[in-house]
């Protein structure tokens, strides 16, 4: 059964940098008892079981119990294209392989993105959305390629820029997602226990792209 997720996404990140972001993270995150070393099967709801399969939806437990009370998230997942995370004693390392491609969305693929430069509308399905589907098929090899010739001005632009006012849509090739709710406060301007949270997580910056999906 799926839950509610939210994720942060990394859209400026290089793909030859995203595994040892998500690797920092994780021996973070891992050492300071946020959350268990080894992953479980997040999909089946079974706690504390490995998952050594080549998935994207491997998840690590939180034991921050205070975390878990304040957000509703049970569990995180780091996400690096081209990686996956496989058993290694009684920890985890993320490897090359596997089916990460950097494309995060609801869970149903429907979004809505906006030009970065005229911020018209543009669907998959809309008239004139061929280079955005283009786009998307050209990321997971040649994510430098992928532009998108918005329907409306004619600009070209880079697919990482075009952002989602409902928070459907993100592609990066690092990202985190957090398993148990869609945390709203993410998108609230001035709200200091998201912000906290977020640099918690790695996003110092707090500019993540935030996308609401589940999972």
């Known amino acids: 059964m799926s839950q509610p997720t939210t994720l942060l996404v990394d859209t400026e990140l290089d793909r030859d940098d995203a595994a040892a972001a998500a690797t920092e993270l994780y021996l973070r995150l891992a050492a300071d008892g946020t959350i268990s070393p080894l992953p479980f099967a997040g999909a089946t709801g ?128 690092f990202a985190i997602s957090l398993h148990g709710a869609h945390l709203r406060a993410f998108t609230e301007p001035g709200n200091h226990a998201a912000m906290a949270l977020r640099q918690r997580l790695g996003d110092l910056a707090t500019d993540y792209t935030v996308v609401f999906s589940s999972v």
């Open 46 to 173: 079974v706690a504390g079981q490995p998952l050594p399969l080549r998935g994207t939806d491997t998840r690590f437990e939180i034991l921050d119990r205070h975390l878990v009370e304040e957000t509703g998230i049970t569990a995180i997942g780091l996400h690096a294209s081209g990686h996956y995370w496989r058993l290694d004693g009684q920890a985890a390392e993320m490897v090359e392989g596997g089916p990460e491609n950097g494309i995060f969305c609801r869970y149903d693929g429907s979004f809505s993105i906006r030009c970065p430069q005229c911020l018209a509308p543009l669907s998959p399905g809309d008239d004139g959305s061929d280079a955005l589907e283009e786009a998307l098929a050209v990321w997971s090899d040649s994510p430098d390629s992928a532009f998108v010739a918005c329907p409306n001005c004619s600009t070209w632009t880079p697919l990482t820029t075009w952002r989602s006012p409902g928070h459907d849509f993100a592609v990066g090739h």
